[in-house]
């Protein structure tokens, strides 16, 4: 058998108890009718409130049903009305397995009532299925309120007598407590002296892994995740350290997916860009993957400096995580893979509002980047990789989205090559583009593009 801690703290409370039993006659019965009174409070008492409460719950349910059904005539709300009847009924038998004088009557009239009522409610479904609407209200308006009166009435005096069977048995145990705690000081002094050795030694026992776990833990915030705790015990200290230590393998990978996050937009990087996908593909449920380029970035950065091409970035990150936000999309992911190549992962219709959503405000969002003369004239005027000066378009926004199932593509690399030429083929054309894969049917995205 193993010691665990329980059973240790048990194994102390065993020496005292060894002491109470040498209390007088007085306690021992006393003792016993305060046992009798509590396990009369918990298995009956509590047991008819908790009960009459569901039922009351139930009633107003089949209340609520017949009404709405009524005015909405939806069978859903029929079978709403028959599962809370019929729970009602056998919360009611449960009573019945609890009685107390005088109820044994009022249950057998109860059953009754909660037949009829159920009886009525079919007459009802009859009457409104013959297009007799106010014949049902009628009989809903009058006997079918009368029976709900009826049965409320007598669940809340089912409920009111057992509330004051606990006062008086509650009120009957503080006395008696009183009396039997006479008797239980000069056994609790003993039990002490008895239990403070005994607590001492299970303290110890205890201690010392403990501050172990925490020596593992200032070790972890400061980043040590490979310390290894030597604690093998066959308790819930050792359950504790086995957590602990897949605890610390967890954070190990986390910190790993932190340090690979992109230092300039705070998204996270390829090995969760990664993860999620393979996630995604397990769980064999359609989900989209996006990729997002800028188109005529080079240009850009080599004429406005890398630093200012950087806010450029920046400014996507917020784009697309503002507009997450403002969509109010539910478990939408973005990530940078690095320059200004982004990914969104989400189901296909989350992924289609939020791509088409950043090809709509692209342009006016990232135009206060240029100088007024670059912004009016519509281009701007560098020097290409040969020397040579040349005009570039102003900078767009390639979106090119591939839907998979789990059953399509096998790995993660295989959805993103798909997905990175179906980019390459957004950019074959001019402007703002948002390209599905089903668009390389068409000659042209027209119908999914901003020029």
Known sequence: MKLTISRKLLLGYLVMALLTVTASAYAVVSLRQLNDLAYGIINQDFFIVETSKKMMDAL????SAERKYLILKDLSLAEIFRARNQEFAQSLQGLAAHPFPGT????????????????????????VGENHLQEA????????????????????????????????????????????????IVLTVLSLLAGFSLALLITYNISVPLKKL???????????????????????????????????????VLEALNLDASPLTGLPGNLAIERVIEERLSAQIAFSLCQIDLDHFKPFADNYGYAWAS??????????????ERSDLQDVFVGHIGGDDFVLIADP?????????????????????YSDEDRQRGFIVGKDR????????????????????????????????????????????????????????NDHPDSTRKA
């Open 137 to 184: 209200m009628t009989l809903s308006e009058g006997e079918g309120k009368k029976i709900i009166e009826s049965l409320a009435s007598q669940v809340w005096a089912i409920q009111q007598k057992a509330e004051k069977d606990i006062d008086a048995r509650m009120n009957l145990i503080r006395t008696q407590g009183a009396n039997a705690a006479q008797l239980t």
């Open 214 to 252: 925490e020596k593992a833990t200032r070790l972890i915030a400061d980043g040590q995740f490979d310390h290894h705790l030597h604690i093998d015990r066959p308790d819930e200290i050792g359950s504790l350290a086995s957590a602990f230590g897949v605890m610390t393998k967890r954070l190990k």
């Open 311 to 324: 806010e450029i970035i920046k400014e996507v990150a917020r784009i697309l995580l503002a507009e997450r």
């Open 60 to 63: 107003l349910a089949q209340e």
């Open 104 to 127: 044994a009557q009022l249950h057998t009239q109860m059953a009754s009532l909660a037949r009829q009522y159920g009886a009525l409610f079919e007459q009802e479904l009859t009457l």
């Open 349 to 369: 219709e989350q992924a289609e509002v939020l791509g088409r959503r950043l090809v709509d405000v692209f342009d006016a969002q990232i135009r206060p980047f």
């Open 386 to 441: 040969k020397g040579n000066v040349q005009t570039f378009p102003l900078l767009s926004v390639s979106v090119a989205m591939v839907t998979g199932d789990g059953r399509r593509f096998k790995s993660a690399l295989e959805m993103a090559v798909i997905t990175a030429e179906l980019k390459e083929y957004a950019k074959s054309f001019a402007g703002n583009n948002f390209v599905k894969e089903e668009d390389l049917t």
